[in-house]
């Protein structure tokens, strides 16, 4: 079994809002990240959690902010975004950094 | 810095058409290579990955070679369905890179009846 789990499918917010992604697996992965992809553009890395601990962060603004509470859920945690970070969130995960990597369906982000 | 350059679509094919994406890569060291697959409204899947030189990998009637001397992983199909339309994304990881994945462009395949 390969699943990686998102919630919401669909989220709408607003530019004050404070909001939540959820990701989980279960494949017993110790590696864990968020990518960001906008229409028509390939995803790009925003961070990897390695063991629990925050391994890469690509300079993404402060506005995003992941915690990874336990090996199993990775969540991404949104303040004040701005309309350009409508977008694909996907979250994926891997046995270590150096495996294949097994992407999630994805959060639909609108941003009003 | 290490990179992908992917074949640029849109590109459109007749049922049971042979299929060719280009894939080509810049990176030091020893990548693994990957494609993945993106269907519509959907996240990425896994189709296939070479993780050393002339490593072939397959799947679904998909097949890639990892070719070092020409730094290329192309994408071949012999007969495509009109099921195989999507979005499909080569990759690399570099070595030492963290888990990092290098995306290319993306190319959209469109098969048609």
């Known amino acids: 079994d390969t699943e990686v789990t998102q919630t919401p499918k669909h989220l709408v917010m607003g530019m004050t809002n404070k909001k939540s992604l959820k990701c989980e697996q279960h494949m017993g992965h110790r590696a864990m990240y968020w990518y960001k992809q906008k229409a028509k553009k390939p995803p790009e890395l925003m961070f990897v959690?390695?063991?629990?601990?925050?391994?890469i962060n690509e300079s993404v603004p402060s506005r995003f902010s992941p915690e990874c509470p336990n090996s199993s859920l990775l969540n991404l945690h949104l303040h004040a975004l701005q309309p350009e970070d409508s977008a694909l969130y996907l979250c994926a995960s891997s046995q270590g950094v150096v495996d294949t990597q097994y992407f999630g369906p994805g959060t639909r982000l609108t941003v009003l | 810095g290490n990179s992908v350059t992917q074949m640029e679509g849109p590109v459109t094919l007749s049922e049971e058409a042979f299929l060719t994406i280009n894939c080509t890569y810049t990176a030091t060291g020893y990548p693994s290579l990957f494609w993945y697959v993106q269907y519509p409204g959907e996240g990425l899947q896994l189709l296939l990955k070479?993780?050393?030189?002339?490593d072939k990998g397959s799947n679904k009637g998909f097949e890639a070679t990892y070719r070092k001397e020409t730094t290329s992983f192309h994408l071949e199909k012999g007969s495509v369905q009109v099921s195989d339309s999507a979005v499909y994304f080569c990759a690399l990881r570099g070595y030492n890179q963290g888990g990092k994945l290098i995306f290319g462009q993306g190319t959209e395949l469109s098969v048609k009846p």
């Open positions: 959690y390695s063991y629990e601990k925050l391994s």
């Open positions: 070479a993780t050393k030189a002339d």
